[in-house]
């Protein structure tokens, strides 16, 4: 069992950076190595939709291409904590953010634990 907590949100001007962290609580010694962790995100009146993941080990890493570019995510298997740092951000990203732990997947059914979420806003 994977408990998970997002932590980073706030408001940011266009063009700016934000880190998101995602960090297992609970009885995780042993199990956060052995799940992928995402990123998804979902603004009012959307659908929640995909932005990266990253393989177990953190070898692999997968993102949306609406993000290409400007978002990097990574882990600390030690720390148990997953990070997601945003740069340029604009407007657009603006939205409720979620990590998740499961199968290195872009799908949201592929993940079987949530977080609660964190806002990330982008005034213009």
């Known amino acids: 069992q994977v408990q998970l907590v997002e932590s980073g949100g706030g408001l940011v001007q266009a063009g700016g950076s934000l880190r998101l962290s995602c960090a297992a609580s609970g009885r995780t010694f042993s199990t956060f190595s052995s799940y992928a962790i995402a990123w998804f995100r979902q603004a009012p009146g959307t659908e929640r939709e995909f932005v990266t993941a990253i393989s177990r080990s953190g070898g692999g890493t997968y993102y949306a291409d609406s993000v290409k570019g400007r978002f990097t995510i990574s882990r600390d298997n030690a720390r148990n904590t997953v990070y997601l740092q945003m740069n340029s951000l604009k407007p657009e990203d603006t939205a409720v953010y979620y990590c998740?732990?499961?199968?290195?997947?872009?799908?949201?059914?592929?993940?079987?634990?949530w977080g609660q979420g964190t806002q990330v806003t982008v005034s213009s």
């Open positions: 998740a732990a499961g199968v290195f997947s872009g799908l949201a059914d592929s993940y079987n634990y």
